[in-house]
């Protein structure tokens, strides 16, 4: 029986992985720090371990205990507009936690490493973004995604580090954290309606992007070390067709029963339209036939009703006020320097 760690496994993404990977017949273990998950998110059958990827020694102890076969690091904070008023938690959770990982998969010959990275390498490219396209992030969630991207393949270089990279794009889906304020529009509208708030949008709405599932995307993660020819690729994974945010957030109010109430706020830094091209994924994986986003919301809406409003505890670690977006200041705690 392979035995796998999950990273981010009480969160979104990694809960469905680890699922996944049980029903595949691994023996996983479910790591996270809980700063963003849950554990109720964890699937039965996991063993659960609360630890940072960023402990270092703790992560070391791991390793040597376990001698894991396969590593699928999902844990991130994954908060593209926010990164920039947290750099330095940003580079130290995303890209110095991924090091350490990286490094213990050297030191003990783990098989595969599978690493999700994000559609925001790309920044403001070209749409439909492609693989073949030079990642230009915008912003430093994105840089600390394509740094490590660009470390795995020195690790396979120097090291013979066997490793696969996804890029997802807007997942929405079960599990999903509504509480978080700063990512996750669907979860972010769910929320809000659940406590009788208007839907928040930045700008006019017009924003594009295509809202990706999880079942579309979980499952290709978790079985990529078994599909010939991932080896050492990236691959965009989500959904093809772009909807503008207002559109989104109509199908959320109907899924939800409810008229949509929206209050627009100031537009923020953002890139405008992104979707990505998925070619490279299905000639690798197979086509499969998406879930629609009327038939996604409607499961995500269900689920979120039976959980009913979160939270999650104000954050209190911004770095940076400068032009830090409006509506956004009554959601941390303020501590200036």
């Known amino acids: 029986m392979p035995k796998s760690l999950v990273t981010g496994a009480a969160g979104f993404i990694g809960s469905h992985v680890a699922a996944q990977l049980l029903r595949d ?19 039965d059958g996991a063993r659960f371990v609360e630890c940072s990827v960023a402990d270092h ?12 076969d396969f590593v699928y690091h999902l844990a991130a904070y994954a ?28 030191r003990h010959g783990i098989e ?5 990275s994000s559609i925001a390498v790309y920044g403001a490219n070209q ?11 915008e912003d430093p969630y ?5 740094a490590v991207e660009l470390d795995l393949r020195a690790a396979h270089e120097m090291f013979g580090l066997e490793y696969t990279v996804f890029r997802p794009h807007n997942v929405y889906g079960e599990h999903q954290n509504t509480g978080d304020k700063y990512r996750n529009v669907v979860g972010i509208f769910m929320n809000q309606i659940m406590k009788d708030l208007p839907m928040t949008i930045f700008g006019d709405g017009m924003q594009t992007r295509a809202f990706s599932y999880i079942d579309d995307v979980a499952p290709l993660i978790a079985r990529a070390p078994q599909v010939d020819g991932t080896s050492g690729e990236v691959f965009n994974i989500g959904a093809d067709r ?19 109430e929206i209050e627009h706020l100031p537009a923020r830094n953002e890139v405008l339209h ?4 998925h070619d490279k994924v299905q000639a690798a994986f197979g086509e499969r036939e998406p879930v629609s986003l009327e038939v996604g919301i409607g499961r995500m809406a269900s689920w979120a009703r039976a959980k009913g409003p979160r939270s999650t505890p104000e954050f209190d670690g911004v770095e940076l006020w400068k032009n830090f977006p409006a509506g956004w200041e009554s959601a941390v705690v303020r501590t200036d320097p």
């Not at 479910?30 to 699937?43: E, I, M, R």
């Not at 593209?80 to 350490?100: A, D, M, W």
């Not at 439909?128 to 992030?137: F, G, K, N, R």
């Not at 994105?142 to 394509?146: D, I, L, R, S």
């Open 274 to 277: 992104a979707f990505a091209s």
């Open 79 to 106: 908060a593209e507009g926010l990164s920039h008023f947290i750099r330095r938690f940003n580079y130290t959770n995303n890209v110095i936690g991924s090091v350490n990982l990286v490094n213990e998969s050297v």
């Open 112 to 116: 595969r490493f599978v690493f999700t």
């Open 127 to 137: 749409v439909p973004m492609t693989e073949a396209l030079v990642p230009s992030p």
């Open 242 to 260: 772009p909807y503008t945010v207002l559109e989104l957030a109509n199908v959320v109010a109907h899924a939800m029963g409810v008229e949509p």
């Open 57 to 68: 020694e703790r992560i070391g102890e791991l390793f040597a205990t376990e001698q894991f």
């Open 142 to 146: 994105g840089v600390a995604k394509y």
């Open 25 to 43: 017949g691994h023996d996983v273990v479910a790591l996270d720090d809980l700063s963003g998950g849950f554990t109720d998110n964890v699937p």
